[in-house]
T-cell receptor, first 111, second 115 residues
Framework: GNSVTQMEGPVTLSEEAFLTINCTYT??????LFWYVQYPGEGLQLLLK?????DKGSNKGFEATYRKETTSFHLEKGSVQVSDSAVYFC??????????FGKGTLLTVNP | NAGVMQNPRHLVRRRGQEARLRCSPM?????VYWYRQLPEEGLKFMVY????????ESGMPKERFSAEFPKEGPSILRIQQVVRGDSAAYFC?????????????FGDGTRLSIL
C-alpha cells in the first residue's frame, strides 16, 4: 500500500523565517499529492495539491513541487507568520480514493 | 456554511455504551469518507460510502463498528460497546467523485472520549 513519511516535529520558527517541511512517499501508479493544514480544534483544510510530476501546488505563500524522481513533495514558505502555527499533513491519493497521511508536523511560529 | 458538517463536536461515553457520529457532506457531494485520528498520529482511512452503499470498509474494525449513508439524511458512524481505545478524533470528508485528483473536504471532526 501507499505510505508517507514526513519530517517529525515540532518545528519552532521566528516570524519571517523560511519554512521547509519534508515529505516523501511510496505509491504505485501515478498518485496525486496533497498538503493539509489543521488548526487547533478544527478539521483538516486542503492547503495545496499537485496531480502529476513536476507540478507545483501553491496557496497562501506555501509551495510544494511534485518530484517523481525523488518521490518527494516538500512544503516551503519563504516567510512564515504567527498565524501559520498549525499541524501540517502530507497525503498521497493513489489510484483509488483512499488518502494516506503522514503523522503530521506541528509548526509553532513565535513573534 | 456549505462545508462538511459533523456533530457532535465532542462526545463523551462510558465503556460499553454506544456512540453515534453524524456527517453531512458538502452540497453536491455524494461520496463520504470516514477517518480516525489517534493522538499524535495521522489520519487513518476507515470507510468509504456512496448513497446507500458501502464501497470500501477495509479500514474499519470488523467488530463493533458500522457505517451507513442513507438516501436521505447524514452519514452515520456507529460504535457499539465502546472501549477506552476508541477514544480518538473521527473525521468525515466528502468529495464530488472518487477520482484521486479530486480533493476531499473535511469536517471539523468529532472528538470521542471514553470514560
Amino acid at each position: 500500500g501507499n505510505s508517507v513519511t514526513q519530517m517529525e516535529g515540532p518545528v519552532t520558527l521566528s516570524e519571517e523565517a523560511f519554512l521547509t517541511i519534508n515529505c516523501t512517499y511510496t505509491a504505485t501508479g501515478y498518485p496525486s499529492l496533497f498538503w493539509y493544514v489543521q488548526y487547533p480544534g478544527e478539521g483538516l483544510q486542503l492547503l495545496l495539491k499537485a496531480t502529476k510530476a513536476d507540478d507545483k501546488g501553491s496557496n497562501k505563500g506555501f509551495e510544494a513541487t511534485y518530484r517523481k524522481e525523488t518521490t518527494s513533495f516538500h512544503l516551503e514558505k519563504g516567510s512564515v507568520q504567527v498565524s501559520d502555527s498549525a499541524v501540517y499533513f502530507c497525503a498521497v491519493g493513489g489510484s483509488n480514493y483512499k488518502l494516506t497521511f503522514g503523522k503530521g508536523t506541528l509548526l509553532t511560529v513565535n513573534p | 456554511n456549505a462545508g462538511v458538517m459533523q456533530n457532535p463536536r465532542h462526545l463523551v461515553r462510558r465503556r460499553g455504551q454506544e456512540a453515534r457520529l453524524r456527517c453531512s457532506p458538502m452540497k453536491g457531494h455524494s461520496h463520504v469518507y470516514w477517518y480516525r485520528q489517534l493522538p499524535e498520529e495521522g489520519l487513518k482511512f476507515m470507510v468509504y460510502l456512496q448513497k446507500e452503499n458501502i464501497i470500501d470498509e477495509s479500514g474499519m474494525p470488523k467488530e463493533r463498528f458500522s457505517a451507513e449513508f442513507p438516501k436521505e439524511g447524514p452519514s452515520i458512524l456507529r460504535i457499539q460497546q465502546v472501549v477506552r481505545g476508541d477514544s480518538a478524533a473521527y473525521f468525515c470528508a466528502s468529495s464530488r467523485d472518487s477520482e484521486s485528483n479530486q480533493p476531499q473536504h473535511f469536517g471539523d471532526g468529532t472528538r470521542l472520549s471514553i470514560l
